[in-house]
């Protein structure tokens, strides 16, 4: 390990209240990602800037010898890195918060990824993305693209239209690397030891069964018990009320359908109605994450305003998003084949389901980039399910690169938690209305 090769990296969208907290994973592990440079970059200097002294300090106090750079500048950054760990956020909070409130103004869901929400932000996302692509491109064929933006289904199958030969784009999600966290605690064994085998779409699967390395399958047993109790994240106690709500409906699923164990996006899709009932329209999740993370991540940067040692600073950490965005590029850059619930395409990896999709399913990371285990078919339920959602996801996709209106109203009439066309034109041209910087249709 000591001999590993040192990396440049480009942290794209610098201003997330996220990236303290990967600085310090990437401290964490620096023998087995080793780099020589970060270059921070953000369109947002002000919300950068918020970040930039406890980001610097913690370096130059764990990491002096490497190079730290802060850009604006979009030539700066990619022009000359190895890996770019991509987390743009197109239009921010307010944007967000678009996204989660108007759909709620016609009783349907209010999700920054699944429903109107994700369809508008993924809007956003392709066309930012897009040029982010072409951007690093005309520099390099080399760079890695390690892709967070969401909603991850949307962007990764509109990466691989708009790009269909490149090879070097990784899209992420971190939702399965968080529940296997979380049933790890639950059955009182090493997350390191359990290997799961899942399929579907991004947000939007279910995990199938759960070996540990020595080959015996805690399915059932996992099974049972969330059937009989709250299913809790392995975090609970740091996490806000509306988060934990996410978790408790994967037992309210398992009465209905107890075959396999559902991330727990999928109850946008299955219980609409009681998550719309419950929702408040004026206060939503990007509030509260603003209230929360974000604020207690921004008092913890300014600490370190004018500061020069780490004295009575904590050193933040993730041990899910910044963990496994830097056990990704460490199994690139190495070759490793680690093992990992990856984002493909699906190419016969579930042979009764379309070859073009972008399944989520297990497989391995390596200096090829992700190669998704073979699943087998699938049951017609699931299948179903799958083909509808695969349908709005693509239909939302056409309709950003064809600027096509009548591709929107059907991507939108497709999605399980609209169905009424009525109320998908209306959300429709309400977020058009909201939407004219970022994007427009004919
Ligand atoms: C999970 C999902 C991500 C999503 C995030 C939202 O990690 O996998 O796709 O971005 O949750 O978290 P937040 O705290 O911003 O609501
Ligand atoms: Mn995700």
Redesign the pocket.
């Known amino acids: 390990m000591m001999n590993r090769k040192k990396h440049t990296i480009t942290i794209a969208g610098a201003g997330s209240a996220r990236v303290p907290a990967l600085v310090g994973n990437l401290i964490e592990m620096k023998e087995r990602f080793p780099l020589n440079k970060i270059i921070f970059y953000d369109i947002d200097n002000e919300r950068m800037g918020k970040m930039e002294a406890y980001d610097r300090l913690v370096l130059k106090t764990f990491w002096p010898e490497v190079e730290v750079i802060f850009t604006t500048d979009m030539d700066e950054a990619y022009s000359d890195t190895d890996f770019i760990f991509c987390q743009m956020r197109v239009g921010k909070g307010e944007m967000r918060s678009y996204d989660e409130k108007l759909p709620l103004k016609y009783g349907l869901v209010g999700q920054?990824?699944c429903g109107p929400g994700g369809f508008s932000y993924g809007m956003r996302s392709l066309g930012a993305m897009k040029e982010m692509v072409e951007k690093v491109r005309s520099y390099s064929k080399d760079t890695w693209i390690l892709n967070?933006t969401?909603?991850?289904a949307i962007v990764a199958y509109g990466l691989q239209r708009m790009f269909p030969d490149d090879k070097r784009i990784l899209n992420l999600?971190?939702?399965p690397f968080?529940l296997m966290k979380s049933f790890a605690k639950i059955l009182d064994i090493p997350q390191e030891k359990l290997r799961a085998r899942y399929f579907g779409l991004n947000?939007f699967g279910w995990f199938t069964d759960l070996f540990d390395t020595d080959g015996v399958n805690h399915f059932d047993q996992l099974r049972d018990y969330l059937k009989h109790h709250d299913f809790k994240p392995f975090n609970a106690e740091q996490r806000a009320k509306s988060?934990l709500d996410t978790y408790v409906r994967v037992n309210k699923y398992l009465q209905y359908f107890d075959e396999y164990i559902p991330t727990t996006?999928l109850q946008y899709y299955f219980f609409p109605d009681e998550i719309v009932a419950e929702s408040n329209p004026d206060y939503t999740?990007?509030d509260?994450?603003r209230d929360t993370?974000e604020k207690e991540v921004f008092e913890t940067c300014a600490l370190a305003e004018g500061k020069d040692t780490m004295d009575g600073i904590p050193m933040l950490t993730n041990q899910?998003?910044g963990k496994l965005m830097v056990e990704v590029a460490e199994s690139i850059a190495y070759d490793l084949h680690n093992e990992f619930i990856v984002l493909v395409q699906n190419n016969g990896l579930i042979p009764n389901f379309e070859p073009n999709a972008i399944v989520e399913v297990a497989g391995t990371i390596g200096k090829n980039g992700a190669q998704g285990y073979y699943f087998g078919e699938i049951g017609t339920f699931y299948k179903g399910l799958m083909e509808n959602q695969y349908s709005y996801e693509r239909l939302t996709v056409e309709s950003f690169m064809e600027k096509s209106y009548t591709k929107a109203l059907q991507a939108l009439t497709l999605n399980r938690t609209v169905i009424d066309p009525q109320k998908a034109k209306a959300i429709l041209d309400d977020f058009q209305a909201v939407s004219r910087k970022y994007w427009s249709l004919s």
């Open positions: 920054e990824t967070y969401n909603p991850a999600c971190d939702q968080s947000h988060w996006y999740r990007v509260e994450a993370r899910v998003f």
